[in-house]
């Protein structure tokens, strides 16, 4: 009993770091399964495990005294790297760059480690997986690059940082041609649309596949406070913003593919503040495609109430 719970020991000596009775327990037999046993669904190795826990000491040991391929990959050809990058651990994504890993290797979905370091707020990483040679520009399945993603998580310092090393990344668009403009305003990431509109040159009223505009992505959304910022900047003059949204009367009136406008989809949405405000900046209830005005799309006493107030003061 006690030897078939020796591989499981080992494992949780790893993952707690304990690096100091991992030496003591483990004995020269034991190197070969240490080095090629897998655990869980998609078989992870000890590699995998001191990685994504951050352990560096442990990795260090398993590479270099167990001779663990640093390249080894799990069944979503995860890789030691991507998990020590997707977990923010600096330390041991520098060792495993020291130690030959690929800088651009590709997971499921063909995410790159640098992808999966966007997905938290650790510039140190990052900044070391480009200065390793990490290429910014590449896209997952989805289409999306590191840029695209770090919009969505809403961190300005990270698009600051890869605009500054790549300026041209910016000009990404998905599989379905969502923006990371759309992207941060679906998400209410409202400083990274303030940063997109003063450094970034989007299409004006860019649309995705389904016709949907980041102005309308903020309303549906409930997003007022970037509503509001897109306004007011449009008001101001801004030339940024005006390059990266038509005026803001254009972006009233814009369709999907359904033609719904924005009213429909603050309407749908039961956003009582968003609605008063296209119908205060002027915009008219039209029938979508299959006839439906927005107004009859109204539930919450609210919505219903500021249609009523509009045809008051109308």
Request: proline share 4%.
């Amino acid at each position: 009993m006690a030897e078939r719970e020796r591989p499981r020991r080992l494992l949780r000596l790893v993952q707690e770091g304990r690096l100091d009775l991992l030496r003591d327990e483990l004995h020269p037999e034991d190197i070969p399964e240490a080095r090629s046993r897998r655990w869980g669904r998609l078989g992870d190795t000890l590699l995998h495990h001191a990685a994504r826990l951050g352990h560096r000491d442990v990795l260090e040991f398993l590479v270099r005294e167990l001779g663990m391929d640093v390249e080894v990959a799990n069944g979503d050809y995860k890789r030691p790297i991507h998990e020590a990058a997707s977990m923010g651990h600096g330390e041991c994504v520098s060792f495993l760059l020291e130690r030959g890993a690929s800088v651009d290797c590709l997971k499921k979905g063909d995410w790159t480690p640098l992808m999966m370091a966007c997905t938290r707020k650790n510039l140190e990483v990052i900044r070391s997986l480009v200065e390793h040679g990490a290429n910014p520009l590449l896209r997952n399945k989805d289409g999306w690059n590191c840029f695209h993603i770090a919009s969505r998580e809403g961190h300005p310092e990270v698009l600051r940082y890869l605009l500054d090393v790549s300026p041209g990344i910016w000009d990404t668009e998905s599989t379905i041609r969502r923006t990371p403009l759309h992207t941060a305003a679906m998400h209410g990431c409202s400083q990274v649309v303030e940063l997109l509109l003063e450094r970034c040159h989007y299409r004006p009223d860019s649309r995705d596949k389904c016709g949907v505009t980041p102005f309308m992505d903020a309303i549906q959304n409930g997003h007022l406070d970037i509503a509001r910022m897109l306004l007011e900047k449009h008001q101001e003059g801004h030339g940024h913003t005006i390059l990266t949204l038509l005026s803001l009367g254009a972006d009233l009136r814009a369709q999907d593919g359904k033609s719904r406008s924005a009213l429909h989809a603050a309407v749908a949405g039961q956003q009582a503040e968003a609605t008063r405000i296209l119908l205060r900046a002027g915009l008219r209830d039209t029938p979508d495609g299959s006839g439906m005005l927005a107004q009859q799309l109204a539930r919450k006493p609210e919505v219903i109430q500021v249609f009523q107030e509009s045809q008051v003061t109308t």
